[in-house]
């Protein structure tokens, strides 16, 4: 072979707009791959879990090296990724990320749900209806919901062949026994496509109805057990329950003090040494915009009786006018 | 049979017959797996991957850029008997990709095939029921695919995940035995054979999970189907 044609084949992995020294977001080629492949077969098998080799992301602990290995094989230049850590943009976890992606692979970051391409998560899915043009990543600690029911891996593969998920409702029940409620909040199992039992990770069961039939395409990747699964878009997700027990979401008798959101998932705030205590809605983005669009705990039904839709549409013109401004000002 | 044998078993990459892969081996791999994980999460979604100029012998470009996108040194991968024959195919791909030839469609990562070569859906493998993940990717280069399913005697009705209400697809000439036994192998899943359906740089996914319901030929399947069982 010519040295030419030779050099020409063997055209190095190009560091198009990575950091010096690293592969683009960070991840080998080779474990991209691997993880593409798997990838491919979760979304075939909507809800089951795949099982994928490759090496360990070095990454700090703590960071959910599951979420980080899928979110470094998905992204490319083109997208624009939002990371949130309990529903906030702005914790150490969720800044880390996002800086971390924007170095490795150069890619633009976001706070705002609207304009992320792909959004990884822990601990909750926005608020905000994702569309089908994203992709939702979640970062997975435990992948195997059967799993402190029978810890052997080996039996529960056998327990999802034959849809044994008996033990589960088993479970559940025994919550109504002693509380007379299902007292499960988080992690609560659901099943996929009406085949497989599917843990959706730590998202509060206030979440669980968001999976189902989301536009935007699911994907859980779990680090240390290396486990891949996922749902479609438009895909059937059933919370589990009972009929005389049916799946309720959490709700609270308060609305959030800061947009007057009542229909949001809201965290408890304490504001000083009495205890008094406010709630704010978990979803900060969703928080801001709501603000932006005039909505306040005084006023929860938006500026002056206008509609949110009118607010949506002074919004888009406040922001074109931004824009206009902006690029003036350059 | 004997040509793809001896093709199969030739170690030699021809150096004459290589050509260059993607311009961008990290960037342009990255677009053409996002076009894959939409057509496999979006089934019946035609999508364009059209990063290559030239193509190795008989493959068409978006097999061949999928090719380059997830074939490697740990997938086997079984070729129909004109892809196997064929020098150029073979020696780029384990020049670009590393991958190991298996002579038997059932020990096949991925099988890539013609559509007039398509080994039975039952030679290939459909996983297991602990782990169904192991099943064969099928690729099949096909004349033409289309959402249109009227004016046609092969159109499919999709349904299940990822398919909002239903899709329709055409498949312009998978052989007749093929179409029936993917639509009747529905009733093992999650067993299955996922299969990427390639036209010159289109492609189009059907994973397992999705139903297939002959449109217009309903009848002709369903008449092939009662034929074969008396
Ligand atoms: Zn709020």
């Known amino acids: ?330 | 049979m004997s040509v793809q044998v001896n093709s199969m078993n030739r170690g030699a990459v021809r150096s004459d017959l290589l050509m260059t892969g993607f311009d961008d081996a990290v960037q342009d791999a990255q677009k053409v797996f996002r076009k894959v994980l939409k057509a496999m999460s979006e089934p019946g979604t035609i999508l364009t991957a059209d990063l290559t100029d030239k193509t190795p012998g008989a493959l068409n470009k978006s097999s061949w850029e999928i090719a380059l996108t997830l074939f490697d040194a740990d997938t086997k991968i079984w070729l129909s008997p004109t892809l196997a024959g064929d020098d150029a195919v073979v020696s780029n791909l384990r020049f670009h990709c590393q991958c190991p030839m298996v002579s038997e469609p059932a020990e096949a990562d991925f099988a890539l095939a013609l559509a007039d070569e398509l080994p039975e859906l039952k030679a290939l493998n459909w996983g297991n029921s602990e782990y169904p993940d192991q099943a064969t990717t099928l690729i099949v280069q096909v004349e033409a695919i289309t959402n249109q399913t009227q004016d046609n005697d092969e159109g499919w009705c999709l349904n299940g995940p990822g398919i909002e209400t239903e899709r329709g697809l055409t498949v312009a000439g998978l052989p007749y035995s093929f179409r029936r036994d993917l639509v009747n192998s529905r009733k093992r899943f999650p067993l299955g054979v996922d299969c990427v359906f390639c036209a010159d740089d289109q492609l189009v996914a059907l994973p397992r999970s999705t139903e297939i319901k002959p449109s217009d030929s309903e009848e002709g399947i369903r008449n092939t189907i009662q034929q074969e069982a008396n």
């Open chain 1, 1 to 330: 072979m010519s040295s030419q044609l030779s050099s020409q084949l063997n055209k190095p992995a190009t560091q198009t707009a990575g950091a010096e020294g690293y592969n683009f977001a960070y991840l080998d080629e080779q474990s991209k791959r691997m993880i593409r492949r798997a990838m491919l077969k979760a979304v075939a098998i909507p809800g089951y879990q795949v099982p994928f080799g490759g090496r360990e992301m070095p990454l700090p602990h703590g960071w959910g090296t599951g979420g980080m290995q899928l979110t470094a094989t998905v992204i490319g230049e083109a997208d624009t990724l939002k990371v949130i850590d309990q529903g906030a943009d702005d914790t150490t976890n969720a800044v880390s990320i996002r800086r971390f992606f924007a170095k490795t692979a150069g890619v633009a970051t976001t706070e705002h749900t609207a304009d992320a391409s792909l959004i990884q998560t822990r601990h909750r899915i926005p608020e905000r209806q994702l569309r089908n043009d994203q992709i939702l990543i979640y970062q997975v600690p435990i992948p195997e919901p059967l799993r402190f029911i029978e810890p052997r891996e080996t039996e529960t593969r056998k327990m999802h062949a034959l849809r044994e998920y008996g033990a589960m409702q088993v479970k559940l029940y025994e919550d109504v026994a002693r509380f007379g409620h299902i007292a499960t909040s988080y992690d609560y199992p659901v099943m996929v496509n009406d085949r497989y039992m599917m843990d959706p990770s730590p998202i509060p069961k206030f979440d669980n109805p968001k999976m189902n039939q989301m536009p935007a395409l699911q994907l859980f990747g779990a680090g240390f057990e290396k486990r891949i699964y996922a749902v479609p878009p438009y895909t059937r997700v059933v919370s589990l329950d009972f009929d005389d027990y049916p799946f309720e979401v959490q709700s609270w008798e308060e609305s959030c003090s800061i947009c007057g959101s009542d229909h949001s998932f809201l965290d408890e705030v304490i504001m000083d040494d009495a205890g008094n205590k406010m709630f704010v809605c978990s979803d900060t983005d969703y928080c801001r915009e709501r603000v932006e669009q005039g909505f306040t705990a005084e006023n929860p039904e938006g500026q002056q009786g206008l509609t949110p839709e009118h607010n949506q549409v002074q919004q888009e013109n406040k922001k074109q006018d931004d824009t206009k401004a902006e690029e003036m000002a350059l």
